[in-house]
């Protein structure tokens, strides 16, 4: 089945949000949500999630869903905000466990910060299926980038998260803590064994050279034939090999700290200290 797909684009995070919906039960799902930030004031703004409320309402659409692709590096999601103004279940992959326990200790969180995904009201398992309205959707496993990261097949729609980007400009890096060149590569290799029509929706672009313009929208076929990285004829040995030596040029994030603290607490900031006040935290020298 062909769900409705809206996106909407956070430029200043160049990130994806997607409104997936079944059209005739008006049935939705909210995928890679963002939360505006100013790190340098320590200040959030809900314009972009307020796009996506406006969007969800002026359709008439009841959220069923409202889920992470993975625990985002470089922007903090809306989550609970969306859950608190249109309802749904948030929800990510049963591996956040996994990144909550690498991270709360990265972040010296204590025993009060539970590792056990116990904020989500809902961690899918691979291959577990889920419905909205009429339309069938199935939770991928695809880690590699991190060890959670999940991609959602709904309907004849693929989102990916920060697995794959569009073809000219390639695959997500595998150098935070848990993540994997040769793990990413298999998890491609998955996403690769789907109908070459499948529709693949991408969580981020960068504009790839001579590309001047923003791109999200492509097909399984499209990315296995011309991926600059990991298509036709690319092997795991090279693929292993150009990761691992373009991942060490790359600078962190910029957003990385804030949003790790964040979204390993599905969206919610830490709780507030004595006075009042929640803070973030900048472990120095640490990554």
């Not at 899918?124 to 695809?142: M, P, Q, S, V, W």
């Not at 991190?146 to 000219?168: H, K, R």
């Amino acid at each position: 089945m062909t769900p409705m797909v809206k996106t909407f684009f956070d430029e200043p995070t160049f990130t994806f949000s997607y409104v997936v919906s079944d059209p005739e039960t008006k049935r939705c799902a909210i995928v890679d949500s963002v939360l505006d930030f100013d790190y340098a004031a320590g200040k959030t703004d809900t314009a972009s999630a307020d796009a996506i409320i406006e969007y969800v309402k002026s359709e008439g659409l009841g959220v069923d869903w409202i889920i992470e692709t993975h625990v985002h590096a470089d922007h903090i999601s809306a989550a609970p905000y969306l859950k608190e103004e249109l309802g749904g279940q948030l929800s990510i992959g049963e591996h956040i466990t996994t990144v909550q326990d690498v991270f709360g200790k990265a972040f010296n969180e204590g025993t009060a910060f539970q590792r056990d995904g116990s904020q989500f009201d809902h961690l899918f398992k691979d291959e577990e299926t889920f419905k909205i309205g009429n339309i069938e959707g199935r939770a991928l496993h695809t880690p590699g980038h991190t060890p959670a990261c999940m991609s959602y097949l709904i309907g004849d729609a693929l989102f990916v998260g920060d697995t794959l980007f569009m073809p000219d400009y390639g695959t997500a890096r595998c150098d935070f803590p848990g993540g994997d060149a040769r793990t990413l590569y298999a998890s491609v290799k998955k996403i690769f064994s789907l109908p070459d029509e499948t529709r693949m929706f991408m969580c981020h672009d960068y504009k790839a050279p001579g590309r001047d313009y923003y791109l999200n929208e492509t097909t399984v076929g499209e990315e296995r034939q011309h991926n600059v990285h990991v298509g036709e004829g690319k092997s795991e040995a090279d693929f292993v090999k150009m990761r691992e030596e373009r991942d060490a040029t790359l600078s962190m994030p910029r957003l990385i700290l804030p949003s790790v603290q964040v979204n390993m607490r599905a969206g919610h900031m830490p709780e507030p200290e004595e006075n009042g006040q929640s803070y973030l935290k900048v472990p120095v020298n640490l990554f």
